[in-house]
């Protein structure tokens, strides 16, 4: 997914079964020290606001964040919103038990 600031950028995954236990795997990359709107998943926020925030480097964070519900299908969308950043480029994907 890419963004120019002030856009917002959906992955929806299809779901087979219910996520009993997973691991939501997401990357972010900024063309500057910006800011992002909180990573939401299945409409719930999983992180902050501005969570990405260049720890891993001044251009790219690279992060796993484990899922705390279980999940239903069978499409579940990730929603992120560049803020001020001038341009963002993000990736989710997930891995999982299924119940």
Not at 1 to 13: D, E, K, P, S
Not at 54 to 80: M, Y
């Amino acid at each position: 997914m890419t963004a120019l600031a002030g856009q917002t950028r959906t992955v929806t995954f299809n779901l087979l079964n219910a996520i009993a236990y997973g691991d939501l795997h997401v990357g972010f990359g900024a063309g500057n020290s910006g800011t992002e709107s909180p990573l939401t998943f299945g409409g719930a926020n999983v992180t902050p606001s501005d969570y990405f925030y260049g720890s891993d480097g001044a251009s790219w964070d690279d992060r796993s964040i484990p899922l705390k519900l279980a999940v239903t299908g069978p499409n579940v969308d990730s929603t992120i919103t560049a803020g001020t950043n001038c341009l963002t480029w993000a990736y989710a994907s997930i891995t999982h038990r299924v119940s």
